[in-house]
């Protein structure tokens, strides 16, 4: 299928492992983030958020930790499974306007049967 | 099912066509967004519409136009438009403003530029 985000970084892991997924963001008055993945020929889906005054989050299958003090964030998936396989980005807000959520580039994970 | 619905998912136009892209949000949002995304940068914010008024328009060329009949559906006029403009158009809703409100996109338009 179509894709964007050509010349991404890459992340390759074998179904059942961990993986752990990560951002740096620019902004330390951003408070809130949100992590993204996208596959191939598909819009982004929402994975899970964070607002600042956490360090952790935890969904199905997901956790994110975010570190204020080096301004990162990760994406830690457990059991990945081929499904997984897509493309992850975050998302960081700084504000209230509409224009002030910024996207990352994006990481390509690939899982391996 | 994301709840915002994208149409068409494919366009291929030439460069002095005149064409739009659709968009339907189901999710009861009071704020719609046009992103561009391509292969060489992140995505890029166009417009955003609250309320039905437009609230941002982030130095688009006018060969866009967007248009907001409700605040469910929004729409994007493509007249004239470039090579370069080859990307996919994402729309988005979200509930209010960004702090702490997240925004759902819907599956995109791949256009292509001929």
């Known amino acids: 299928g179509e894709s964007v985000g050509l010349h991404l970084p890459t992340l390759s892991v074998q179904e059942g492992d961990n993986s752990i997924i990560n951002c740096a963001y620019s902004?330390?008055?951003?408070?809130?983030f949100i992590w993204y993945k996208q596959e191939s020929g598909k819009g982004p889906q929402f994975i899970i958020d964070i607002r600042s005054n956490m360090d952790k989050r935890q969904g199905q299958r997901v956790t994110v930790l975010l570190n204020k003090t080096v301004k990162h964030l990760s994406l830690q998936i457990a059991a990945t499974q081929p499904g997984d396989s897509a493309v992850y980005f975050c998302?960081?807000?700084?504000?209230?306007?509409?224009?002030?959520?910024?996207f990352g580039k994006g990481t390509m994970l690939l899982v391996s049967p | 099912e994301t709840g915002v619905t994208q149409t068409p998912r494919h366009l291929v136009m030439g460069m002095t066509n005149k064409k739009s892209l659709k968009c339907e949000q189901h999710l009861g949002h009071n704020a719609m967004y046009w992103y561009k995304q391509s292969a060489k940068k992140p995505l890029e914010l166009m417009f955003v519409y609250s309320l039905e008024e437009r609230v941002e328009n982030n130095s688009v060329p006018s060969r866009f136009s967007p248009e907001c009949p409700n605040s469910s559906h929004l729409f994007l006029h493509l007249h004239t438009l470039q090579p370069e403009d080859s990307a996919l158009y994402l729309c988005a809703s979200s509930q209010g403003g960004l702090r702490g409100n997240t925004i759902y996109f819907g599956e995109g338009s791949w256009l292509t530029v001929v």
């Open positions: 902004n330390s008055a951003s408070d809130y």
């Open positions: 998302a960081e807000n700084y504000g209230s306007g509409y224009s002030t959520l910024t």
